[in-house]
C-alpha cells in the first residue's frame, strides 16, 4: 500500500517536472528567438534578446532550470520503474535534501530572474523620462508581446518549481518521521 502510493507521488511530481520543463524551456525559446527589425527615420534597428541583459539572464536561467527538470523527471522516471523504494535510507536521505536545495534555488533563481526580465520589459513599455528613456514597445510591438509570453511561461515554470520545491520538503520531512502506527501502538 505505501509503496503503491509512493510510486503515485512520483508519477505526480514527474507530471508537474515535465510541465515545469516544458514551461521553462518554452520561455527560454521564446526569449531567445525573439527578434524584430524595423526601420525609424530611414535608419534600420534589430531588436534582440541582447539588446536588455535581463531578457538574456532570463533565457540562460530559463534554459538551465528546463534541463533540471529533466534530469528530475529521469529520477522520476528511474525510481517508478524500480518501485519507488530506494536501496539506503542514508542515501535516499541525502538525495531528498539535494532534491529540495536544489528545488529551492532553481524556484528562487527562476522566479528573480522573471521579475527582472519584467522589471526591465515595464520600462521598454513605459520609458522612463527622467533618464530620457523612450518607450520601444511602441516600434517593437511584435518583440515586446513575444517578451510578455515568455515572461508568463517563465512565471508559471517558477510557480510550477515552487509547488515541487513543496514536495520535495514534504519528502525530507517524511524521512524523519516514524512509520506510520508506531506512535498509535505507543499510546
Keep these: 500500500m505505501v509503496a503503491a502510493a509512493r510510486v503515485w507521488e512520483l508519477k505526480a511530481e514527474g507530471l508537474l517536472r515535465g510541465a515545469c520543463a516544458a514551461l521553462a524551456a518554452a520561455a527560454a525559446l521564446l526569449v531567445g528567438l525573439s527578434t524584430q527589425t524595423e526601420t525609424v527615420l530611414l535608419v534600420t534597428k534589430k531588436a ?19 534541463g533540471y527538470h529533466l534530469l528530475q523527471l529521469l529520477k522520476c522516471v528511474y525510481l517508478v520503474r524500480v518501485g519507488g523504494a530506494s536501496p539506503c535510507r542514508r542515501s535516499s536521505r541525502a538525495l531528498a535534501w539535494t532534491c529540495l536545495l536544489l528545488d529551492k534555488a532553481c524556484a528562487y533563481t527562476t522566479f528573480a530572474t ?57 519528502n525530507v520531512f517524511r524521512h524523519y518521521s516514524p512509520p506510520p502506527g508506531t506512535y498509535a501502538a505507543a499510546h
Excluded at 534582440?48 to 528546463?66: E, G, I, P, R, S
Excluded at 517593437?140 to 520535495?168: D, K, N, P, W
Aim: aromatic content about 6%; overall charge neutral.
Design 48 to 66: 534582440t534578446v541582447k539588446d536588455v541583459q535581463a531578457l538574456w539572464v532570463l533565457a540562460m536561467v530559463a534554459a538551465a532550470a528546463a
Design 114 to 170: 522573471t521579475v527582472e526580465a519584467a522589471q526591465a520589459c515595464v520600462i521598454a513599455l513605459d520609458g522612463a523620462h527622467a533618464l530620457q528613456w523612450t518607450k520601444l514597445c511602441n516600434i517593437y510591438t511584435r518583440f515586446c508581446e513575444q517578451i510578455a509570453g515568455s515572461l508568463v511561461l517563465g512565471m508559471l515554470a517558477a510557480v510550477g518549481t515552487a509547488v515541487l520545491s513543496a514536495a520535495s520538503a514534504r
